[in-house]
């Protein structure tokens, strides 16, 4: 490791994926828990939780990809600007 490398704060799409990963572990863990001690899980919930995760990825994914594609568009602009 190198001494005195800046780090970057956590943005929040990268804070929101590590509590969400969090979340995602917990509910595992709660569920694997649940199957023992009942010997049965709620499939519906399940689906659900997966669901919605799954839809916070892709929103998350899609926001991230929205902003690469505006930033590269700012830079060309100025590009052509400064070759004026």
């Known amino acids: 490791m190198r001494k005195g490398k800046n780090k970057k704060p956590l943005g929040t799409i990268d804070r ?3 509590i969400l990963g969090g ?3 917990l509910f ?4 694997i ?3 023992y001690i009942k010997d049965a899980v709620p499939d519906t919930l399940i689906t659900c939780v997966m669901g919605c995760s799954g839809v916070e990825g ?5 926001i991230t990809i929205s902003k690469k594609i505006t930033e590269s568009k700012i830079e060309t602009t100025e590009e052509q600007e400064d070759d004026k």
Do not use: P, R
């Not at 595992?28 to 569920?31: C, H």
């Not at 892709?58 to 899609?62: E, F, G, H, W």
């Open 16 to 18: 929101i994926l590590i």
């Open 23 to 25: 979340f995602m572990g």
């Open 28 to 31: 595992t863990i709660a569920m």
């Open 33 to 35: 828990v649940t199957f």
């Open 58 to 62: 892709i929103l998350t994914a899609a």
